[in-house]
């Protein structure tokens, strides 16, 4: 079950990528329409993260391609933001809140040139969209959980994009700085805005995202929140048996590497 | 004079090292430099069989070649070998420093190119090598203009690609997705590395280099949560290193190195001890026993 859209801003065609031969996204089309809230749900180990990282040209795909705006990443950088995960920076790090924030300036800067007084204007101006302006000279390390997501939202806000990708954004926040969050979201994809979040909670999927990705390796369902937020997909995600697919890819790797964990 | 020109050799060698060092340490690197600083003797040794010279550029680019390969080899275990870093770290360097020993008391058995000299090396011996040009006119030591070059060369460095490499120690990821190469980076943070250890540790053994890789970088990331005041205050706590280390060996009568690499490790005790933020026993007295 999947839409077919015109113009998407995004356009992911047989989209496959493995880790060592085992198979962690199997055959992804997708697409999304300009303006979407859209949320990319599935169970643990679905392939979400690794669906973003290989948008964003962090992991080698193995075969398929990803158009963003109808070009190649490297054409469009400076219009795409992206939110990594909160845990895979370290939070001692010796940086204020506003370097980590200008940070989101420095794709628009180049080589060699240091950010200007317009570009700390933006800075602050994120940090102010975020609620954070008074901690602007906080060290990282003092911050909450929920503190150091803001400050990571307001570095994708600073880097001034039409579409963002967040990986996990609401994992491990407060429950005010979820509102924050998604009021924040909500605002930019009215001003027409693409957003794409990975979630996992599914009790909140439904009133946040207008636009939904269903995925398991395989993409189960793709469209507007209302026509594939159904039990049917969400059995079919969710489902108790892993997927005939990756039993066998789990088989062939216990098999070749006895002693080693998988990732 | 030549108690000044120890310690100012000294200096700008803790000042080198440690601003990279700073990088290193956030980095989660900081055994690379224990890695290179061995792992480019067969390269050395390499450069002077087939050129037949002791000649310090030529030495330089070849450890500067030899430096990257190593990690190059680290960075190749690591990431396809499946093997974790410390592990790649630790089978390279030995490997390429045994064949640099091998090759030295093989071929370069007679020369003036022997382990004692690569590894303790004798920063006391600075003020006797100087530079004498053609009609004669003493320029000072030779170990020093190397060295002075090498430190202007990590400033700029540093100064061109702050941005880059603020950004790809802090969060690689994001550092990639509005394309800021983090492999580029990371071999150009290497080869200043390499370069470096190798000018560094003519003058001061290997010893002393990895001391003041870490050591001040160390100290300094303790006592603040600013990245560009731990740069300030590495280069502050080298100089320091040096001119104490210098006096302490005076005193006892001993190796100049040695005395300057237990400056480092006491200053870092210290910092662990009483630093305002970090420090065990601050900790003690504004919060009492109870919490850690």
Request: proline share 3%.
């Amino acid at each position: 079950m999947s839409a077919e859209i015109e113009n998407p801003v995004l356009e992911i065609h047989d989209l496959t990528v493995t880790y060592s031969k085992k198979p962690v996204l199997w055959d992804v089309d997708m697409t999304i329409p300009k303006g979407s809230l859209a949320g990319i749900i599935g169970p643990n180990g679905a392939g979400k993260s690794t669906l973003i990282k290989s948008i964003m040209g962090l992991v080698p795909i193995a075969s398929g391609y990803i158009k963003i705006f109808d070009k190649d990443l490297k054409e469009v950088r400076k219009n795409v933001s992206y939110v990594p995960q909160r845990g895979s920076v370290d939070w001692d790090f010796p940086a204020s809140v506003v370097d980590v924030v200008m940070m989101g300036r420095y794709g628009h800067l180049g080589f060699f040139n240091y950010p200007k007084k317009a570009d700390k204007e933006v800075a602050l101006d994120a940090l102010r969209k975020v609620g954070m302006d008074a901690y602007k000279n906080r060290q990282i390390s003092e911050l909450s959980g929920g503190q150091q997501q803001r400050v990571f939202l307001a570095r994708a806000i600073a880097q001034q994009a039409d579409i963002y990708f967040m990986d996990e954004p609401f994992a491990g926040v407060d429950a005010a700085t979820e509102r924050a969050i998604i009021s924040l979201l909500k605002e930019l994809a009215d001003k027409g805005k693409t957003i794409v979040v990975v979630h996992h909670d599914l009790q909140t999927a439904p009133n946040y995202f207008d636009w939904m990705v269903l995925l398991n390796t395989r993409l189960v369902a793709h469209g507007p929140t209302q026509e594939v937020f159904n039990d049917e997909n969400l059995k079919e995600t969710y489902g108790g048996k892993l997927t005939l697919l990756s039993e066998i890819s789990k088989l062939l790797e216990n098999k070749r590497f006895p002693a080693r964990e998988a990732k | 004079m030549n108690a000044f020109l120890i310690i100012l050799t000294g200096s700008l060698v803790a000042i080198t090292c440690g601003l990279l060092g700073c990088f290193l340490i956030l980095r989660k690197m900081a055994m690379i430099g224990d890695a290179i600083s061995h792992s480019v003797l067969p390269g050395i040794v390499i450069a002077y069989l087939v050129a037949g010279s002791r000649d310090s550029t030529l030495m330089l680019i070849a450890a500067a070649i030899t430096g990257v390969f190593t990690t190059f080899i680290i960075e190749f275990l690591n990431k396809h070998g499946r093997l974790q870093s410390d592990a790649s770290i630790g089978v390279t360097f030995t490997w390429l420093f045994a064949i640099g020993v091998i090759l030295i008391s093989a071929y370069a058995g007679q020369v003036d190119l022997d382990q004692d000299c690569v590894l303790y090396g004798e920063i006391a011996y600075v003020p006797l090598d100087s530079w004498i040009t053609g009609s004669g006119i003493n320029l000072g030591p030779r170990a020093l203009y190397i060295i002075g070059f090498v430190l202007l060369l990590v400033i700029f460095f540093i100064v061109i690609g702050y941005k880059e490499l603020f950004l790809t120690t802090f969060d690689p990821a994001f550092a990639s997705a509005i394309g800021i190469s983090v492999t580029l980076w990371h071999y150009l943070l290497m080869t200043m590395v390499s370069i470096t250890t190798v000018a560094s540790f003519e003058l001061v053994g290997a010893i002393l280099v990895i001391a003041f890789l870490i050591a001040p970088a160390a100290t300094a990331y303790l006592l603040t949560d600013k990245f560009k005041t731990m740069l300030f205050l590495t280069v502050i706590i080298g100089v320091i290193t040096s001119f104490s280390g210098y006096y302490l060996a005076e005193w006892i009568n001993g190796s100049i190195s040695g005395a300057m690499s237990v400056i480092s490790g006491l200053l870092f005790a210290l910092a662990f001890l009483f630093s305002p933020k970090e420090g065990i026993v601050v900790k003690r007295v504004k919060y009492g026993f109870k919490t850690n």
